[in-house]
């Protein structure tokens, strides 16, 4: 059985995945070369940190940073900025409609974006936004 710290991460992949389901889905992937009309999504596994440890029974709490990055392209009539904030929005949205992961963890929630264009010679014309998505988790064993 995986461990909880890679069931959260599961659990994220396929949140995004459902949120955005025309994006190409990556996890600690390189940044892609093309972006797809869908965009691209893509997640690291990001460092679960130190966690605090309450005893008896023993228990490590981890608030859990999973950078996630999301490309959008200029579309026929829409802007690439259009086209991430919308992307953006359904992460919000996904993320507020379920808050636990289906019970994996004790809260979820997402950090403010940062922003970036993306270009390149030939390349469409792209915009970039890394986040992170705060999972808050026990365990009774800082490796399970």
């Keep these: 059985m995986p461990s909880t710290r890679e069931r959260v991460i599961q659990a994220v992949v ?3 995945r459902a949120a955005l389901p025309q994006a190409a889905h990556g996890r600690n992937e390189a940044k892609p070369r093309t972006i797809p009309n869908g965009g691209t999504v893509t997640v ?3 460092v679960p940190g130190t966690p605090e440890v309450t005893l008896s ?3 490590y709490i981890f608030e859990h940073e999973i950078p996630v990055e ?3 392209r200029k579309g026929p009539g829409e802007t690439a900025e259009a086209r991430l904030d919308a992307m953006l929005q359904a992460i919000g949205a996904a993320v ?5 992961l289906g019970g994996l963890c004790d809260h979820i929630e997402v950090t403010a974006p940062d922003t970036e264009p993306l270009t390149g010679e030939g390349a469409a014309v792209s915009r970039s ?9 026990g365990t009774s064993d800082p490796l399970n």
């Design 70 to 72: 999301v490309v959008a």
């Design 96 to 100: 507020a409609a379920d808050r636990t």
């Design 44 to 46: 690291d596994d990001g």
């Design 129 to 137: 936004a890394v986040l992170g998505l705060v999972a808050v988790y």
């Design 57 to 59: 029974p023993a228990t």
């Design 14 to 16: 396929a949140l995004l």
